[in-house]
């Protein structure tokens, strides 16, 4: 079975340029001299080394052929293609000669399949151009004879090294063919008007001969000078209108090549998709405008309203709504929450401190050291020593927050362990943004795709919806007491979302679809800003989220009524994911949650020093099918010990590390509280209770730390 992939990139190491690639449902190969786009068909039937030969020949063209066309009107373009083709696997061969041994397979395959169909061919009957085809192809495995007229020739076009060479040699070689094409069609016997049949040569002989009746002589001068016209309706002369002719063998080679791809008409073919740039200027709503919004919500909540009430026909006021309920849970959870990012903070310096230890070097400095002056008879080093520790790299964080309607049963316990993290930051001045996608907040109108602002409409490019919005809910750019009121902010927000309140969400910030993907093509432009933003080396994404989004759809050209439109096209598995930058391509998967795996493995392709971190809340009912994505020989057993101790850490997805955590293991009061007057055991397993759920969070916490230091 043939590795398309694998072979495209055999194509750009023989090209020596990242080239793009292409294999396509297509008739015969194509080089799109200006894109430095090759089309390659999808040779299924071919065997792999026959493929290794034909992409060997179609990289000749590519390299050595160029867009030159000037000389169609001199010569047909069959017989340069067979003058080219000779040119161009020479020049393979000499620069590449390990590509030799393909060549010669690949021809021995086809000549013992009879691939030019000689078994039932004179080969003596050929023209020239013909044999110097099979010549140059085959001509190890089968005999072919030539004049020394012809071998000429066959020297000229084996010693061709420009293309303009090979287009004189065509036509050198189209002019002999021309004359053996009339050669023979003055040796065609015709017939004899005295009875039986002679060669035209005898015939002109007795014509010259047979001057003694005027009937004779007319037919001869006929024939001779006969119009256009004439000659049509006349078969039996001699002053026929030339053949032109053809190199056979040369039309075999593309029909053949063709029947290697199969049936053309059963497939939708392969497109070849790419990753579009992002205006993410008007895609992110800046964090000082979202907590504008926020604080004129709750502000306007917190104000008594007058109204008027048409059941009791008189004016009301409306209490102010209380938001005493989450703001002093978020007191609460802010406060226990001490011990863990107290704990990550420790674990980060210790790891961070041990790196450097692991870099550090002794050097000399240079100043005589005194205490060491009476061993100069024996010891050399008289000199100080420094111990240096080289600086370590800059760290920076960027969160991406699920804002997705499926987050309403676990939104509270994931906004508790990004917080940890944020803390995390403040206390060891790590520079940080959080980011929530969703496609609810539309803050322009957008009413189509061609009409999107947000990114160039171009064909095979993927679409990123226009209501699609990243909140930039917190920056460690704002002081520590703005952060502080900001998460308190978004605190009652989510709490508005998960719980019974007072007060409504406000709009434009419910949860929404999942943008995710959306989201992982926008980190291409953020991970560059933040890193000049912050002046930081190294970078770690950290995706919160409860799942994956569907395959983005891509732009596509039709025609309705005669017109060219342009719109979305749903992608299939079987297409493919094209990266220009870095040469990569990525063939599309028929399971939905392998796409975001897919753009995570491009975007490390980009940015090779970025980590990828992924957290999941996964509620118990779903833990054990996300688990079964990433492991599909998942045993009981394993399941078990992994339920037992309610998390996983997946390496196998497209992220760095997947961490897999049960919602209720989140759920539990981390408070070790006990009753005035409890029994040992009552104390104890209040104990046990509150160091487990520490435990797991420290364990997950101690891993996270691992990855980011």
Known sequence: ???????????????????????????????????????????????NVVYDMLVGHEVGHALFTPNDWSWEDRV???????????????LMKRRYPGLSKSFYKGYEELSENDFFALKEANIDDMNLADRANLYFKIGNFIDIPFTSKEKEILTMMSE????????????????????????????????????????????????????????TSNSIEGSQSAGEGERDNNPNTNDTVEEEPKVQTDSMFEEGTAEFNGNLESGRGTNYLEIPKIDTDKVIISNKRIHK?????????????????????????SPPKDFSGPDSEFAKFKKSSNKEVNYLVKEFECKKSADAYSRSFTSKTGTLDCTKLHTYKYNEDLFKKVNVIPNGKNHGLIFILDWSGSMSTCLTETIKQLYNLIWFCSKVNIPFDVYAFTNNYIHELRESYKESTIQEVKEYDFIVQPDFNLLHFFSSDVSRRDLDRHMNSVWRLVASLCTWVEYSTPNGYNLSGTPL?????????????????????????????????????????????????????????GDYVRNRKTGHTYKVDYEYYKFTELLLKDLKQVHPDVNTIGIRISAPGDFKSFIRKYDKNLTEESYKKMRKEKSVAIKTSGYTSYFGILSTALDNQTDFDVEEGASKSKIKAAFVKNLNSKSLNKKVLSQFVDIIS
């Not at 047909?76 to 020479?90: G, M, S, T, W, Y």
């Not at 014509?207 to 009746?213: F, L, M, Q, R």
């Not at 306007?300 to 309203?305: E, I, L, V």
């Open 517 to 573: 993907n959306e989201t992982i093509i926008c980190l291409h432009d953020i991970i560059p800003q933040f890193k000049k933003k912050y002046a930081v080396q190294k970078v770690n994404v950290v995706i919160l989220t409860d799942g994956e989004s569907n395959a983005l759809p891509y732009y596509k050209h039709w025609d309705y009524n005669g017109k060219e439109n342009i719109g979305a096209n749903r992608t299939y598995s």
């Open 1 to 47: 079975m043939i590795n398309y992939e694998i072979k495209s990139h055999l194509a750009k190491l023989l090209a020596t340029e990242n080239m793009v690639v292409e294999n396509r449902n297509v008739d015969t190969a194509q080089f799109d001299v200006e894109k430095r786009i090759l089309t390659l068909p999808m040779w299924k039937r071919a065997s």
């Open 76 to 90: 047909p373009k069959q017989f340069v293609n067979v003058v080219e083709d000779a040119r161009i696997e020479k």
């Open 293 to 317: 919004e926020l604080e004129e919500y709750w502000t306007d909540c917190s104000t008594p309203k007058e109204y008027f009430c048409v059941y009791r026909k008189q004016n009301r006021v």
């Open 160 to 215: 061709t090294e420009t293309f303009a060479d090979a287009v004189m040699v065509a036509e050198e070689l189209y002019k002999y063919c021309k004359g053996e094409n009339k050669e023979k069609i003055e040796n065609i016997s015709l017939p004899n008007p005295n009875g039986g049949t002679q060669s035209s040569e005898e015939d002109n002989e007795e014509s010259k001969e047979s001057v003694d009746t005027d009937e």
